[in-house]
């Protein structure tokens, strides 16, 4: 087996045992260990599987048989690579997800690769946005890439997931935790209040939040009084587009973000509340309600001054 068959090979059983560190790579490969024996197909599907029991999906998922196919070896091949940039960026050369296990495999891998602290695959990087680019799962469940189409690709996923009883199950539960950072949260907000409209996607929407409410409650709250005694501080003039990334700003725009992620919910209560009512499990959420309307005078406020600058 040569070096790199053989690092990509590590670079997927790292993905699928969901290991600390960084993954390996070329540049740092050592000799032959126990356990190097194996074939990278095979490590594939092996990764598709265990990503779809994380994601409580039965076997095959979704009622797909199809193969997980070559998609994922090729972005562990540009992860194994990644300190040679240009030969890394010859294995993005990748057709979209023929199946879904081809989808959970690119997932498994990407979605650790996002948050294992190697500079070169930051989220925000020219490799790990390309990596993003070929994994529209991790898209739907983190925040998709800025290119062209990521979006619809992401929003497709969604709803082949939500055509099958487990897949709905399945992305309810993804979706449902605080969204770790400002971009998750208001790319969720965004997919919330998309999906509210039609009396089919609504009853979808309202169990997110009661997922997440009978879930993650205790957290939900602290963050949501948090966020509102931020919002509730924020003088007569709010934190402008280049106050955002640092201080106060910062703060603040975390605090938007997460008034944003409520606010489908708090427009559906004002609007459909006795849907609301049939759900006694769906309560408690009055903090929201009321960062809400706190990030509306907020808004508000940043309007008026804007009139009134010009």
Do not use: K
Not at 229 to 238: I, K, N, R
């Amino acid at each position: 087996m040569t070096t790199l068959s053989l690092t990509v090979l590590r670079v997927l059983r790292w993905a699928a045992v969901d290991r600390a560190g960084l993954p390996p790579s070329v540049s740092g490969a050592a000799g032959p260990r126990p356990g190097d024996d194996g074939d990278p197909v095979a490590g594939v599907e092996r990764l598709a599987a265990v990503t779809a029991a994380r994601l409580r999906l039965p076997d095959p998922p979704l009622g797909d048989e199809g193969p997980a196919g070559l998609g994922a070896l090729l972005l562990a091949t540009a992860v194994a690579l990644r300190h040679a940039p240009e030969v890394a960026a010859m294995a993005l050369d990748v057709s979209a997800p023929a199946s879904v296990a081809d989808l959970l495999a690119r997932h498994g891998l990407v979605r650790r690769l996002r948050s294992c602290g190697d500079p070169a695959l930051t989220p925000d990087g020219r490799l790990g946005e390309e990596l993003l680019c070929r994994s529209p799962l991790t898209g739907l469940l983190t925040a998709p890439a800025s290119a062209p189409g990521a979006e619809t690709a992401a929003e497709q996923v969604l709803d082949r997931l939500l055509g099958h009883p487990e897949g709905r199950a399945s992305v309810t539960t993804a979706l449902a935790p605080p969204p770790d950072d400002r971009r998750t949260a208001r790319w969720r907000a965004g997919l919330l209040e998309r999906r509210r409209y039609t009396a089919e996607e609504r009853p979808w929407v309202l169990d997110v939040y009661e997922t997440a409410l009978l879930h993650h409650g205790p957290e939900l709250r602290r963050r949501t009084a948090h966020a509102t005694a931020v919002l509730a501080a924020v003088g007569p003039v709010p934190p402008g587009p280049d106050e955002r990334d640092t201080g106060e700003g910062l703060a603040v725009d975390e605090a938007e973000a997460l008034a944003e992620w409520w606010r489908p919910l708090a427009v559906l209560t004002h609007l459909h509340l006795a849907e609301l009512r049939a759900r006694p499990l769906l309560r408690d959420y009055d903090d929201a309600l009321e960062l809400c309307t706190v990030h509306r005078g907020v808004r508000a406020r940043a309007e008026l001054m804007r009139l009134a600058a010009r």
